[in-house]
């Protein structure tokens, strides 16, 4: 319709103009589900259910659906109110809700979007916008159907708690172009003085009322959402200081002459309750009362709460607000895990405690290269960088934009702080490629009506860059992160294992056995660094049956009296230790002359054949030697090619060899049992009198290697003797009667692919 930002028809009493934007963002939130929903087909697969509930595409999904069911650290976080909200009010339980919501809270993000290009020039060009971020692959690969997480309010809160105050700032502020053009021309500080000189009473009010009681009560609004918000999201705190400051510094530095102390006043409207809650919106009750320009004793109350030093007084009060907190602490805490830092505890120097780095095996904190950063942004590069360089344009003409500049800085930090952060970047790119597009179509097509260029504009943004989507969507469709055998062992967990027992898994599903067990675990989503991540991994990872109980049972005496989800459990475990103290307390639990350790209250271990896929870092974590501060991985290859073995010859033989490989041993996952055939151990069984020349000739002709086929998922494994000789495989695959197990472990749950035991 127009090119003017949205702000200048405030005041406007135009309802088909109103209409109009209504319009196109109902087109915007139907487009955007239509395309997403052509995910659907792909979950059509009977594997992806337990019974009539879906399974969910994200490990943090089942942390807010315990918390909504009212077990675990997420009971009474906002995403699992929410969840339990909407659960109860359709009728159902929160696992569906979780499942749909992420197709229909991600729409919203595209409408949020669509009205910052809206209140940036153009409600046409915003549909395209809308659904450019809503598609783009990093935020698309996270919002898919089945992941519930944060991810679908991290774009969509930092949008909009920051419209209004953009819309306040395009209204009343210098363009960036133009103080730039002023400071070039002129002589430095005599310009400065033309552009911000002058006094209240000098003001010229034809530039309107920056405190008209409508724009102070939306700053205030969005002031408590931005308060609000910083419970959901640990970045929250960081980017709200950022727009205060940001107004801050708008209002002293591009404010109209004369202009620079009421549009400072304005700006508290925003600041005071972003910091400080909501007790600081009856500040806005002032400023509305303040802002009333025909009463003369609202002037006088003006005039004197734009005075300087009161000014300053106020500014003071937000600085103070500002600094409250923690926000140093936090932000050392994030950085170390981003940057993929041991985590040190105990001693110091030579001797500190180091645990292993967490962080290297995290999939969405690794660096990414600039050219992947930018695939996420758009499946053509070339797009993403134009959309980039128009955000620039876009900057320098309209001063809102500035409040997106922390999403772009935190898009292109992807390539330090990874994959995980890509997604702000998302509405960065479509604000650029949409708005300049828009503006030179404008210049292109004076002669037709600005409402047809803005369709115009969308169109050919919608077959241009919006048609590669369609077929992405379902390429990047994810399934499940649970298989449902695996659901199904966790779910069996409820009436094997009693409710006071913790359950010794890996970290990765340990929230999901919050949902489907409902026990404690040792290590989930929020305990996988440190002490938790070190010793659940030490106890899967062993080749030491004994050490591995041993060790089960000396943590468990420090869960006494404790809050059962205590992270500091774990960490008891090394208290007052250094690296020495620490290696040596581990020497002990593994020796045989150590006697069997008592522990507290009962134990019980779980292992699958998805555990598997992860037996390079469970290894390397658990050997980890807190003197030399290394790790050693097994080694393991997830093989996608295809494979053809032969069971009575002990051959395997790839698609890309014509040599086959005769490893030492070959395991067959069915829904039956599992076939498992150790060849080295059976010619040893057979010769018992065999030479030291032919036990040598027979080995020489065997590898070293160890096959796992999953006929189920189709899954093809191969690891060397260490991680096979781990106790998660012989867990898994072993005989529960073996005198190395029996001892220790009773197995109490077995549906092949998934196993419990009992620590004895």
Same mark, same amino acid.
């Given at each position: 319709?127009?090119?003017?930002?949205?702000?200048?028809?405030?005041?406007?009493?135009?309802?088909?103009?109103?209409?109009?934007?209504?319009?196109?963002?109902?087109?915007?939130?139907?487009?955007?589900?239509?395309?997403?929903?052509?995910?659907?087909?792909?979950?059509?697969?009977?594997?992806?259910?337990?019974?009539?509930?879906?399974?969910?595409?994200?490990?943090?999904?089942?942390?807010?659906?315990?918390?909504?069911?009212?077990?675990?650290?997420?009971?009474?976080?906002?995403?699992?109110?929410?969840?339990?909200?909407?659960?109860?009010?359709?009728?159902?339980?929160?696992?569906?809700?979780?499942?749909?919501?992420?197709?229909?809270?991600?729409?919203?993000?595209?409408?949020?979007?669509?009205?910052?290009?809206?209140?940036?020039?153009?409600?046409?060009?915003?549909?395209?916008?809308?659904?450019?971020?809503?598609?783009?692959?990093?935020?698309?690969?996270?919002?898919?159907?089945?992941?519930?997480?944060?991810?679908?309010?991290?774009?969509?809160?930092?949008?909009?708690?920051?419209?209004?105050?953009?819309?306040?700032?395009?209204?009343?502020?210098?363009?960036?172009?133009?103080?730039?053009?002023?400071?070039?021309?002129?002589?430095?500080?005599?310009?400065?003085?033309?552009?911000?000189?002058?006094?209240? $009473?000098? !003001?010229?009010? &034809? #530039?309107?009322?920056? %405190?008209?009681?409508? @724009? *102070?009560?939306? /700053?205030?609004?969005? =002031? +408590?959402?931005?308060?609000?918000?910083?419970?959901?999201?640990?970045?929250?705190?960081?980017?709200?200081?950022?727009?205060?400051?940001?107004?801050?510094?708008?209002?002293?530095?591009?404010?109209?002459?004369?202009?620079?102390?009421?549009?400072?006043?304005?700006?508290?409207?925003?600041?005071?309750?972003?910091?400080?809650?909501?007790?600081?919106?009856?500040?806005?009750?002032?400023?509305?009362?303040?802002?009333?320009?025909? $009463?003369? !004793?609202?002037? &006088? #109350?003006?005039?004197? %709460?734009?005075?300087? @030093? *009161?000014?300053? /007084?106020?500014?003071? =009060? +937000?600085?103070?607000?500002?600094?409250?907190?923690?926000?140093?602490?936090?932000?050392?805490?994030?950085?170390?895990?981003?940057?993929?830092?041991?985590?040190?505890?105990?001693?110091?120097?030579?001797?500190?405690?180091?645990?292993?780095?967490?962080?290297?095996?995290?999939?969405?904190?690794?660096?990414?290269?600039?050219?992947?950063?930018?695939?996420?942004?758009?499946?053509?590069?070339?797009?993403?960088?134009?959309?980039?360089?128009?955000?620039?344009?876009?900057?320098?003409?309209?001063?809102?934009?500035?409040?997106?500049?922390? /999403?772009?800085?935190? =898009?292109?930090?992807?390539?330090?702080?990874?994959?995980?952060?890509?997604?702000?970047?998302?509405?960065?790119?479509?604000?650029?490629?949409?708005?300049?597009?828009?503006?030179?179509?404008?210049?292109?097509?004076?002669?037709?009506?600005?409402?047809?260029?803005?369709?115009?504009?969308?169109?050919?943004?919608?077959?241009?860059?919006?048609?590669?989507?369609?077929?992405?969507?379902?390429?990047?469709?994810?399934?499940?992160?649970?298989?449902?055998?695996?659901?199904?062992?966790?779910?069996?967990?409820?009436?094997?294992?009693?409710?006071?027992?913790?359950?010794?898994?890996?970290?990765?599903?340990?929230?999901?056995?919050?949902?489907?067990?409902?026990?404690?675990?040792?290590?989930?989503?929020?305990?996988?660094?440190?002490?938790?991540?070190?010793?659940?991994?030490?106890?899967?990872?062993?080749?030491?049956?004994?050490?591995?109980?041993?060790?089960?049972?000396?943590?468990?005496?420090?869960?006494?009296?404790?809050?059962?989800?205590?992270?500091?459990?774990?960490?008891?475990?090394?208290?007052?230790?250094?690296?020495?103290?620490?290696?040596?307390?581990?020497?002990?639990?593994?020796?045989?002359?150590?006697?069997?350790?008592?522990?507290?209250?009962?134990?019980?271990?779980?292992?699958?054949?998805?555990?598997?896929?992860?037996?390079?870092?469970?290894?390397?974590?658990?050997?980890?030697?807190?003197?030399?501060?290394?790790?050693?991985?097994?080694?393991?290859?997830?093989?996608?090619?295809?494979?053809?073995?032969?069971?009575?010859?002990?051959?395997?033989?790839?698609?890309?060899?014509?040599?086959?490989?005769?490893?030492?041993?070959?395991?067959?996952?069915?829904?039956?049992?599992?076939?498992?055939?150790?060849?080295?151990?059976?010619?040893?069984?057979?010769?018992?009198?065999?030479?030291?020349?032919?036990?040598?000739?027979?080995?020489?002709?065997?590898?070293?290697?160890?096959?796992?086929?999953?006929?189920?998922?189709?899954?093809?494994?191969?690891?060397?003797?260490?991680?096979?000789?781990?106790?998660?495989?012989?867990?898994?695959?072993?005989?529960?009667?073996?005198?190395?197990?029996?001892?220790?472990?009773?197995?109490?749950?077995?549906?092949?692919?998934?196993?419990?035991?009992?620590?004895?």
């Amino acid at each position: 319709m127009t090119d003017k930002p949205v702000s200048v028809y405030f005041t406007a009493e135009n309802r088909t103009f109103w209409l109009h934007g209504l319009f196109w963002g109902l087109v915007t939130l139907g487009l955007a589900f239509a395309l997403r929903m052509l995910e659907w087909p792909c979950w059509q697969n009977p594997e992806y259910r337990l019974g009539s509930e879906w399974l969910l595409a994200t490990h943090d999904a089942y942390h807010w659906v315990a918390g909504a069911e009212g077990f675990g650290h997420a009971v009474g976080h906002p995403m699992a109110v929410m969840l339990r909200g909407m659960a109860d009010l359709l009728g159902t339980y929160p696992a569906a809700v979780a499942f749909w919501f992420p197709a229909l809270l991600s729409c919203f993000v595209a409408v949020i979007v669509y009205a910052w290009v809206w209140a940036l020039g153009s409600m046409e060009a915003g549909v395209a916008a809308g659904l450019l971020t809503s598609l783009a692959p990093g935020f698309l690969a996270r919002t898919l159907l089945g992941y519930y997480d944060t991810d679908l309010v991290t774009l969509f809160f930092p949008l909009l708690m920051t419209l209004a105050p953009a819309c306040w700032t395009m209204r009343y502020m210098l363009l960036p172009q133009l103080i730039l053009k002023k400071l070039i021309v002129g002589s430095g500080l005599a310009a400065a003085r033309r552009l911000w000189g002058s006094s209240l $009473a000098e !003001q010229d009010l &034809r #530039l309107g009322n920056p %405190l008209r009681w409508q @724009w *102070v009560v939306l /700053l205030g609004v969005s =002031g +408590v959402i931005s308060w609000w918000t910083q419970e959901w999201h640990s970045v929250f705190p960081y980017l709200t200081r950022y727009n205060v400051c940001l107004l801050a510094f708008m209002s002293l530095v591009m404010a109209p002459r004369g202009r620079r102390n009421l549009l400072l006043l304005g700006s508290l409207a925003y600041a005071l309750p972003t910091l400080g809650g909501p007790l600081f919106f009856g500040f806005s009750a002032l400023l509305m009362t303040a802002g009333w320009t025909r $009463a003369r !004793q609202m002037y &006088r #109350l003006r005039q004197w %709460l734009c005075h300087p @030093w *009161v000014l300053i /007084l106020l500014w003071l =009060g +937000v600085g103070s607000l500002f600094l409250s907190g923690e926000l140093l602490q936090t932000i050392t805490h994030q950085l170390s895990l981003y940057m993929k830092k041991a985590e040190v505890s105990g001693g110091s120097g030579a001797l500190a405690l180091i645990y292993p780095p967490a962080g290297q095996a995290l999939t969405e904190v690794q660096d990414l290269g600039l050219l992947a950063v930018l695939a996420y942004f758009h499946p053509w590069h070339e797009a993403a960088a134009l959309g980039l360089l128009g955000f620039v344009w876009v900057i320098f003409r309209r001063p809102g934009a500035l409040f997106l500049l922390p /999403l772009a800085a935190l =898009g292109l930090l992807s390539t330090k702080m990874g994959g995980r952060m890509v997604m702000f970047g998302a509405p960065i790119v479509a604000v650029g490629l949409t708005l300049p597009l828009y503006w030179m179509l404008q210049r292109l097509l004076r002669k037709l009506r600005p409402n047809v260029t803005g369709i115009l504009t969308s169109a050919l943004l919608l077959a241009l860059l919006v048609a590669p989507f369609v077929n992405i969507i379902p390429a990047m469709s994810q399934g499940p992160m649970i298989n449902r055998r695996h659901a199904e062992m966790l779910s069996r967990a409820q009436t094997v294992v009693p409710k006071d027992a913790t359950l010794w898994l890996w970290w990765d599903w340990g929230y999901a056995a919050h949902h489907f067990a409902h026990r404690l675990t040792i290590a989930d989503g929020a305990r996988n660094a440190g002490a938790p991540l070190y010793l659940s991994a030490a106890v899967l990872g062993t080749d030491n049956p004994r050490f591995a109980r041993q060790l089960i049972r000396y943590t468990s005496q420090f869960a006494k009296g404790r809050d059962p989800f205590d992270e500091e459990v774990a960490s008891e475990v090394f208290a007052g230790l250094d690296a020495q103290q620490a290696q040596d307390l581990m020497d002990k639990l593994r020796s045989p002359e150590t006697a069997l350790v008592e522990g507290e209250g009962r134990q019980f271990v779980t292992v699958s054949f998805e555990m598997l896929r992860l037996g390079f870092w469970i290894s390397n974590f658990g050997n980890w030697d807190f003197v030399t501060r290394q790790g050693e991985g097994a080694a393991l290859s997830i093989l996608p090619q295809a494979v053809a073995y032969n069971l009575d010859k002990g051959e395997v033989l790839l698609d890309d060899s014509a040599t086959p490989i005769r490893p030492a041993s070959i395991s067959v996952f069915e829904e039956t049992g599992v076939t498992r055939r150790d060849y080295i151990q059976q010619w040893f069984d057979s010769h018992p009198r065999a030479t030291a020349a032919q036990r040598q000739e027979f080995l020489s002709g065997r590898r070293n290697v160890h096959f796992f086929f999953n006929r189920i998922t189709d899954e093809k494994l191969a690891m060397d003797a260490n991680l096979y000789n781990s106790l998660m495989v012989r867990l898994l695959v072993g005989n529960p009667q073996d005198p190395a197990i029996s001892p220790y472990f009773k197995l109490v749950y077995d549906n092949v692919f998934c196993r419990i035991y009992e620590v004895l």
